[in-house]
T-cell receptor, first 113, second 113 residues
Framework: KQEVTQIPAALSVPEGENLVLNCSFT??????LQWFRQDPGKGLTSLLL???SQREQTSGRLNASLDKSSGRSTLYIAASQPGDSATYLC????????????WGLGTSLAVNP | DAGVTQSPTHLIKTRGQHVTLRCSPI?????VSWYQQVLGQGPQFIFQ???????GRGNFPDRFSARQFPNYSSELNVNALLLGDSALYLC????????????FGPGTRLTVL
């Protein structure tokens, strides 16, 4: 059974810092992995999608890497800003016919001005 | 182009009542998925529909049902509401529901009293 864990659960950093959020999964047979952002009480915004054949994806100040063999993905945020404050969730799309996403509990990020 | 839309935004019901939640996918997307997110938890998969056919079902009781219409919009129905059904209900759309990015709507906040 696929399980997704995100560490740390919460993170508070001063503005301008570079930071790394971690996501680990127990079954390396995945189809893809997505990182999402969720603001309090709001829906989810897709940030980056990494296919199982890819190693990383970049969008602006965000970079996500994927290491299937070790069951890990990291989301790197460069030069953090207060507007980056949100909960970041990773979701794994398992291989096989069942395409439902398996979610971590998220990392709550606070970037302080 | 409009994103995924959901209605209503908020809803308050009492135990035992029935509720219908609605979702309109992004134009051109044929797959709709429904998720339940309890406060402080990651989303839990409920259903996925593609081309009006149910493609996947999560571990939810039969009180939960859904359907997809010819225009690819979808309804989620919940019967005999329980207090534990209080959550944010998220709808996501994608082109195929497989390896492509899922785009989420803002969610419907359901409170059961």
């Amino acid at each position: 059974k696929q399980e997704v864990t995100q560490i740390p659960a919460a993170l508070s950093v001063p503005e301008g810092e570079n930071l790394v959020l971690n996501c680990s999964f127990t079954d390396s047979a995945i189809y893809n992995l997505q990182w999402f952002r969720q603001d309090p009480g709001k829906g989810l915004t897709s940030l980056l999608l990494i296919q199982s054949s890819q190693r990383e994806q970049t969008s602006g100040r965000l970079n996500a890497s994927l290491d299937k063999s070790s069951g890990r993905s990291t989301l790197y945020i460069a030069a953090s800003q207060p507007g980056d404050s949100a909960t970041y969730l990773c979701a794994v799309g398992p291989a096989g016919n069942n395409r439902k996403l398996i979610w971590g509990l998220g990392t709550s990020l606070a970037v302080n001005p | 182009d409009a994103g995924v839309t959901q209605s209503p935004t908020h809803l308050i019901k009492t135990r035992g009542q029935h509720v219908t939640l609605r979702c309109s996918p992004i134009s051109g997307h044929k797959s709709v998925s429904w998720y339940q997110q309890v406060l402080g938890q990651g989303p839990q998969f409920i259903f996925q529909y593609y081309e009006k056919e149910e493609r996947g079902r999560g571990n939810f009781p039969d009180r939960f049902s859904a359907r997809q219409f010819p225009n690819y919009s979808s309804e989620l129905n919940v019967n005999a509401l329980l207090l534990g059904d209080s959550a944010l209900y998220l709808c996501a759309s994608s082109f195929t529901g497989d390896a492509d990015t899922q785009y989420f709507g803002p969610g419907t906040r359901l409170t059961v009293l």
